[in-house]
């Protein structure tokens, strides 16, 4: 049992390693040359953030496996929206930071809200529990598209 905690538990870190490749540079140089509104967060607190994050979303998706049955055809649905988000999650960084892509990461962003938001839908029938460890997730989203939002309008002499 623990051994399924920690492995769905630590899934979602795996992007979040790999995304930090791209930030861990473009921080300090490209994106510190943006123009962001002032509600921006400060740059330390994004890791701690999407640590918590992170953590409440895999924990979610073990509260569903475990309800489901596992890897069963009741599943599919349920964790196959959480596999495409997460996919979803990954991808914004290599496009926000390494493309220097606004307008799609944007768009991106947009399209992972929605889809984190079908994920807790499907997922509220199963494990209310779960569906709340999202909501902080998806508010942040909300944050995050927003943020997105307004760096895109701002700099439009910034995209690649």
Known sequence: MWTHILGFTALPHVGGIVGSLYTRTEVSTWYKT????????????????????YTSMGYGSYLIWKDVGGFTSAAAVPLGLYGAQLALNW???????????LKLA???????????????????????????????????????????????????????
């Open 106 to 160: 944007l768009v991106e962003s947009v399209i992972l809200s929605g889809t984190v938001a079908a994920t807790m839908v499907s997922w509220y029938p199963i494990n209310k529990t779960a569906t709340l460890l999202m909501v902080p997730y998806l508010m942040w989203l909300t944050l995050a598209s927003s943020l997105s939002y307004c760096i895109w309008r701002d700099n439009p002499d910034k995209e690649e």
């Open 91 to 101: 991808a914004f960084t290599p496009i926000f930071f390494g493309a220097h892509n």
């Open 34 to 53: 943006l123009k962001k509104p002032a509600w921006c967060p400060p740059n330390r607190v994004i890791p701690i953030a999407w640590t918590t994050l």
